[in-house]
């Protein structure tokens, strides 16, 4: 199998900013709420509290523009094409909000349009006539609004339509807390609008961005302004589980080859509730004309194709996890961050060594020789200074290591020298390595922070057969309570996790929430006694043994 030329590995790998000290205590960085447009042939980023944006030819390496012209510490910044100029708009509820455009975005000259009014998390579209139209909301009392908006001046044109709001009594992903465990009205926020063979499909942002099943679903409708209609696979961007969950607040586009993306927040929110990062996930419609996001191993390496694609069948690469819960041991470990917290595929969690000096190390043992494919490594930043945002150094610089024996060590990546913040770098070898313990050695870390890691995830593929299939699911699903569905299934041999996969028929399994060590689970984003099929699959280090789908039947 020849090796894929760009690989990636959610959280996507950006210098996300450090935030301000007045924000929280300890520094921590976040970008959020992604909008993405392709605009003369590359792509542009454009996300909360970022300083500024960026571009790309191929989505896999990305250029920074720092803006002294647009409004970027105001959140939710949305980017469109428009009669063939970028415009810029982002959120305000206290003052007009201004609506720049540009045709130089990569020299940051931009000009003001206009203020039109106040919004929060806006969307412009332009639809295939030439009108515009603005969605904007981000409320758990006022809904999604739109209103047409004059081509030219940018003020709006008649009054604004109320488009629709939460409904969390009867769609259960639309409920708040982790794992949708509370009662609290949702914030309906983010609208972004695509348009699909003649329907128009307003998505939008639920239910709290601090939570894991934060999420994207979709309303769909004839006409821009509606009245919509509540898709039937929602939520759409949906990943509650896995090393970094969260799927919502996020834009959909087209790259240059026709292939549909998903770019969304990921919820980390450990040194602050806003603390997040950004995934991409392939996307599409299917035949009946369903959005959907793949999530499935949404943070495993997927590759970047290089023409058109099966969503479902090509962005996998197909390299296990060989790191899971391994045995490791380092230079030295901070009270209450031991090494295991490295490896345990939780984000919130992280080893940590006691200093941030040159030499600091951190080894696992994979337990037997395996091909090394790619290796992700999620910096978690212990103690940065609060003032991390204005320090000279932001880079991370490091050393990974392979060995056979844990005595003889062979260099497989320096960046030792490296001068820009890495903090999920993916290192993707073109020619896998073969080894069994792997190692990183600190060179140095940003702002005073110490060496730690809440991620060392090493992926590849080993001679170990695949799990046994699971073809068993209890599944207890109540009318009275059908938003609800607590599933168990019976131990797959040799598996170290799940992949439970659900959707509306059992060709539309568009849903997923992956798990370790675990073979039941509560799921809570189900609609009010609508129908679904589930399919539960066992994977380990070999690969993946697909389930046997069954019906969800309600008692």
Known sequence: MSQPSHVYCNPINLPYR???????????????????????????????????????????D????????????????????????????????QNPCPIFRTQTPELDQWQKVCEPFAYWDPNLFEDEDGQVYLYWGCSNKVPIQGVKMDAQTMQPVGEPVA??????????????????????????????????????????????????V????????????????????????????????????????????????????MRISVKHAFE?????????????????????FGDYPTILPQGKWDPWVDAFAGW????????????????????????????????????????????????????????????????????????TNQSHGYVL?????????????DKSDSIVALPHDMVHFKKPVTGRFVKIVNHHIPADGKFALCGLRVFGTTDQPTPVAVNQIDIQRHRDSSMDAALSWPVSSDAIGYNVLWGTSPDKLYHSWLVYDQNQLHLGALDHDRAYHVRIDAFNEGGITLGQVVKMSMG
């Open 214 to 265: 934060y999420a994207d679903g979709v309303y769909v409708s004839d006409a821009p302004l509606g009245p919509y209609t509540y898709a039937q696979n929602n939520p759409y961007s949906y990943k509650p589980g896995g090393f970094a969950p969260g799927a919502g607040h996020g834009s959909t586009f087209y790259d240059v080859h026709g292939n549909l993306w998903h770019m969304s927040t």
């Open 163 to 212: 488009l629709f709001g939460g409904k969390p009594e009867v769609h259960g992903w639309e409920r708040c807390g982790e794992n949708h465990s509370t009662d609290a009205r949702p914030f309906i926020e983010g609208a972004w609008m695509t348009k699909h063979q003649g329907r128009y499909y307003l998505q939008y942002a639920g239910p709290g961005t601090e939570w894991n």
């Open 62 to 93: 990305w250029q920074f523009v720092k803006s002294i012209v647009l409004p970027v510490e105001d959140y939710a910044p949305d980017v469109r094409v428009i009669d063939g100029w970028l415009y810029f708009t982002a959120s305000d509820n």
């Open 401 to 413: 290591q392979v060995s056979d024996d844990d005595k003889q060590w062979q260099t497989i990546c």
């Open 320 to 391: 296990m996890l060989l790191s899971y819960n391994k045995p490791a041991t380092a230079s030295s470990v901070l009270d209450g961050h031991e090494t295991v917290l490295a490896f345990n595929e939780n984000i919130q969690q992280f080893w940590s060594a006691s200093t941030g000096n040159q030499g600091e190390w951190l080894s696992v043992d994979l337990q037997r020789p395996c091909m090394i494919h790619a290796i992700q490594i999620n910096f978690a930043e212990m103690h940065c200074a609060s003032d991390a945002i204005h320090h």
């Open 276 to 296: 997040r990062r950004l995934g991409l996930f392939p996307a599409g419609f299917d035949d009946d004309g369903h959005l959907y996001c793949n999530t499935h």
């Open 18 to 60: 450090f935030q301000f000290p007045d924000r929280s205590a300890e520094a921590f960085r976040e970008a959020a709420d992604p909008s993405v447009v392709v605009f003369n042939d590359r792509y542009w980023l454009f996300a909360s509290k970022s300083g500024g944006y960026w571009y790309s030819s191929d989505m896999h």
